[in-house]
């Protein structure tokens, strides 16, 4: 049973920045590929960033440059760190872990509120 919890999530204007942070309760979490999607309203759920368990990583175009995504394997947490920050990135963010596939599409946590706005 694999529970993700995600917290970092708030109000931030445009330009400022966030980190978001997903604590894994998973056996051996270093074997898990683990990513983060976000879903706004009226739209499909999308895949932000995805680091793999080797460390390679992977970004969706549009937040290339400005987001970082990191894991501490000691900790069982992925973190975003999220930069430079436009409205248009105001959404659910949702953080995901998968042992079996690249990108992870496994399992879910709750998801954290992110809203850029002035």
């Known amino acids: 049973q694999v529970q993700l919890v995600e917290s970092g999530g708030g109000l931030v204007q445009p330009g400022g920045s966030l980190r978001l942070s997903c604590a894994a309760s998973?056996?051996?979490?270093?074997?898990?590929?683990m990513g983060w999607y976000r879903q706004a309203p009226g739209k499909q759920r999308e895949l932000v960033a995805a680091?793999?368990?080797?460390?390679?990583?992977n970004y969706a175009d549009s937040v290339k440059g400005r987001f970082t995504i990191s894991r501490d394997n000691a900790k069982n947490t992925v973190y975003l760190q999220m930069n430079s920050l436009k409205p248009e990135d105001t959404a659910v963010y949702y953080c995901?872990?998968?042992?079996?596939?690249?990108?992870?599409?496994?399992?879910w946590g709750q998801g954290t509120q992110v809203t850029v706005s002035s």
């Open positions: 680091i793999s368990s080797h460390g390679i990583t």
């Open positions: 998973v056996s051996i979490f270093r074997l898990y590929a």
């Open positions: 995901n872990a998968d042992r079996r596939n690249w990108p992870p599409f496994g399992s």
